[in-house]
């Protein structure tokens, strides 16, 4: 039961230009929702979140947008820069019904961006 | 401010054996979690302390357990390994329930 999907498994976009990484959930007592980036063989690095209360939160070129009546988050990257080539990976968390810090994690996108 | 840390970074075992993977959260961090991230799976859940408490538990057998320490640091123990259990082997540390920090992870090979 995939409960975080990331549909797209590769995105490739010129340097410069947007990337769109898109992520769909079915649990709705998800409240927070995260975005991380991941290089082969490290941790996950930690981008921006965004609480079930609001529909966007901005951090420099990155935006995350949350529609919950569609269940769907996206995050927007703009502009796309070669060196963010990596995995990007959704996350959410119940965590205000379960009070814990478990994160249910989408199968992630690669994201290319060409020079 | 220092980051995750996990020892050791690389790990090779044999079959039926058991290993201890360590974690160390950032300072004032008292939540840690383990996440196991393979190929086929991604990354999924294993288990979550607090205080010392294990506040959750995903769906693994109870070969794989561990503990949290009264510093917050953390202990991770597979028991009788199978081929199977290769694997990245991730912790994180969070104040409570917000963004979870990861560490470089253990890269554990059963052989």
């Known amino acids: 039961d995939q409960q975080v999907k990331q549909n797209s498994p590769s995105l490739s976009v010129q340097e410069g230009r947007i990337s769109i990484l898109n992520c769909d959930y079915t649990n709705s007592m998800f409240d927070y929702f995260l975005w991380y980036k991941k290089y082969p063989a490290e941790g996950p690095t930690f981008l921006i979140s965004i609480s079930s209360i609001k529909d966007k939160n901005e951090d420099g070129r990155f935006t995350v947008f949350l529609n919950k009546s569609a269940k769907h988050l996206s995050l927007h990257i703009v502009p796309s820069q070669p060196g963010d080539s990596a995995v990007y990976f959704c996350a959410a968390s119940a965590r205000e019904s379960s009070n814990t810090g478990k994160l249910i994690f989408g199968q992630g996108t690669t994201l290319q961006v060409k020079p | 401010k220092a980051g995750v840390t996990q020892t050791p970074r690389y790990l090779i075992k044999t079959r039926g054996q058991q290993v201890t993977l360590s974690c160390s959260p950032i300072s004032g961090h008292r939540s840690v979690s383990w996440y196991q991230q393979t190929p086929g799976q991604g990354l999924q859940f294993l288990f979550e302390y607090f205080s010392e408490t294990q506040r959750n538990k995903g769906n693994f057998p109870g070969r794989f357990s561990g503990r949290q320490f009264s510093n917050s640091r953390s202990e991770m123990n597979v028991s009788t390994l199978e081929l199977g259990d290769s694997a990245l082997y991730l912790c994180?540390?969070?104040?409570?329930?917000?963004?979870?920090?990861f560490g470089q992870g253990t890269r554990l090979t059963v052989v």
């Open positions: 994180a540390s969070s104040l409570a329930t917000g963004e979870a920090f």
